[in-house]
């Protein structure tokens, strides 16, 4: 587990959370942007929550993002978009019914969302090995990278976050499936006897993992949906001398639908990322450099 974020990066990337269309415009996104000449993949750490640990891993791996641009028409990578039962509307409006509870401590919310992700999966191994199968599918690599990689997720049981990297001793694979397993869409993930759950639920982006890096790119694909009082407050605290956050564009969001859990719409999220990357290349591309190329 890896919770010291003292050490300085010169470029960091956090990528958020998304659900399936996000993953899918994120992919896109970063896609595009590396035909234009801006790679995400050479981040000095790359933080990856949920949908964002999916594409944090392709990234920080260097496999081909644009093979994920018509998964429905490959079996695995069909799977990996929506493995296991599908999402359950009811049980997710319980979860954000849970988390909206202003009067409830952040703590004893993520352990109720635990139980209710418990309550739902069951005991249900088929569950979790489809969703395992499925993220290995979309990521393409069992072993974590050389470059510094953070995957989020939460403790079904204790509510507790953790942070996991190459030293953690979890498989990468392992890792990146807990982090996007949103209770109600996904069953929670086994890693070292406990049970494990989307890692949005430690503090969203998780954009205070950066903290140290002099330059930090952050990609929300639910900028749209959410306030932003929660990521402000943590660019704060990162304290980086250039900071760029990049949300879906009015054509992305139009994409995406009314159900980001559709896998039908992954096609039409993908190319909504790839025709927004050229504008963001080049908001992106002065920040991006080396700093020895500044």
Partial sequence: ?????????????????????GTAWMAGLAAGLRRAGVDLGEADLTVGTSAGAIVGALLAT??????????????????????????????????????????????????????????????????????????????????????????????????EPVVWDRTSGVPLVHAVAASSAFPGAEPPVGVQGRRYMDGALRAGTNADLAAGAGTLVVVEPLAHLFPREQLEQQLRAVGARTVVTVGPDPDAIRAFGADLQDRAHWEPAFRAGLA??????????PAWKPASAR
């Avoid at 919770?3 to 990528?15: G, H, K, Q, W, Y």
């Avoid at 929506?82 to 409006?93: E, I, S, Y």
């Avoid at 927004?276 to 591309?285: F, S």
């Fill in 62 to 159: 260097g496999q081909d993002i644009d093979r994920l641009a018509a998964p429905a028409r490959k079996p695995a990578a069909a799977a990996a978009a929506a493995p296991g039962r599908g999402a359950d509307p009811a049980v997710m409006g319980s979860v954000f019914a849970v988390l909206g509870d202003a009067g409830l401590e952040r703590g004893e919310a993520r352990r109720r969302v635990g139980r209710i992700a418990l309550d739902h999966a069951g005991s249900d191994p088929a569950a979790e090995q489809a969703l395992l199968a499925g993220r290995g599918a979309l990521i393409g690599a069992t072993a974590w990278p050389d470059r510094p990689l953070l995957v989020t997720a939460v403790d079904a049981v204790t509510g």
């Fill in 276 to 285: 927004q990357a050229p504008a963001t290349a080049d908001r992106l591309r």
């Fill in 1 to 21: 587990m890896r919770l010291d974020t003292a050490a300085t990066f010169d470029r960091a990337l956090v990528l958020g959370p998304g659900g399936v269309l």
